[in-house]
Nanobody, 115 residues
Framework: QVQLVESGGGLVQPGESLTLSCKAS????????MGWYRQAPGHGRELVAR???????NYPDSVKGRFTISRDNFDNTLYLRMDNLNPGDTAVYYC?????????WGQGTQVTVSS
């Protein structure tokens, strides 16, 4: 099955931007609904952004207008552009791929927003 590797996390200051990447191992990437989730200490995992095989995206209100998800089906890569970051965005960010019964997670990448 597909394997996912995230990259791009790090420490940024409030108001700054960061872009995460998620590289998929298989060319069947185009068949997967792809998403980004995050989990902060003491909290459950929550959806941050999702993009379907048709390119339609959806976001929760907490990130709408600040985060942008995109996919490059030629390079099997998912991106998350995060603008105007605030300390509340601090979390481990996970890439997810879903296709039928297949539900695969990456290992996560830490994003810390602090002055």
């Amino acid at each position: 099955q597909v394997q996912l590797v995230e990259s791009g996390g790090g420490l940024v200051q409030p108001g700054e931007s960061l872009t995460l990447s998620c590289k998929a191992s298989k060319n069947s990437f185009t068949f997967y609904t792809m998403g980004w989730y995050r989990q902060a200490p003491g909290h459950g995992r929550e959806l941050v952004a999702r993009v379907g095989t048709d390119g339609i995206t959806n976001y929760p209100d907490s990130v709408k207008g600040r985060f942008t998800i995109s996919r490059d089906n030629f390079d099997n890569t998912l991106y998350l552009r995060m603008d105007n970051l605030n300390p509340g965005d601090t979390a481990v960010y996970y890439c997810n791929a879903k296709w039928g019964q297949i539900d695969v997670w990456g290992q996560g990448t830490q994003v810390t927003v602090s002055s």
